[in-house]
Nanobody, 122 residues
Framework: QVQLIESGGGLVQAGGSLRLSCAVS????????MGWFRRAPGKEDEFVAT???????YYADSVKGRFTISRDNAKNTVYLQLNSLKPEDTAVYSC????????????????WGQGTQVTVSS
């Protein structure tokens, strides 16, 4: 059974940083694409970033230059470093696993975590 468990969310002031983690069990993530999505209150899911099996990355324009996705194959964990946070980054952040070339589409991913709350105060 595949499980994705996120951690690292919290409350931070604008301009601050957080590092989110997504621990994967039941699959070796090195052969898959790992993505991060977020859902703000009253809004639909928004793509944030993806890290494909060949280590290529792709970011939403709204987070480019501020967020960094990475993975540790030995720990079977993917990370999302959030820097220069803004109040509009407030959302539940979820990680997802999909085929190696999965991109920005939510439907491209097969497995999802429950999410971790990130709240940025102004």
């Amino acid at each position: 059974q595949v499980q994705l468990i996120e951690s690292g969310g919290g409350l931070v002031q604008a301009g601050g940083s957080l590092r989110l983690s997504c621990a994967v069990s039941g699959r070796t993530l090195s052969s898959f694409a790992m993505g991060w999505f977020r859902r703000a209150p009253g809004k639909e899911d928004e793509f944030v970033a993806t890290l494909r099996w060949g280590y290529s990355t792709y970011y939403a324009d709204s987070v480019k230059g501020r967020f960094t996705i990475s993975r540790d194959n030995a720990k079977n964990t993917v990370y999302l470093q959030l820097n220069s946070l803004k109040p509009e980054d407030t959302a539940v952040y979820s990680c997802a696993m999909g085929p190696g070339a999965a991109g920005a589409g939510r439907q491209e991913y097969n497995y999802w975590g429950q999410g971790t709350q990130v709240t940025v105060s102004s």
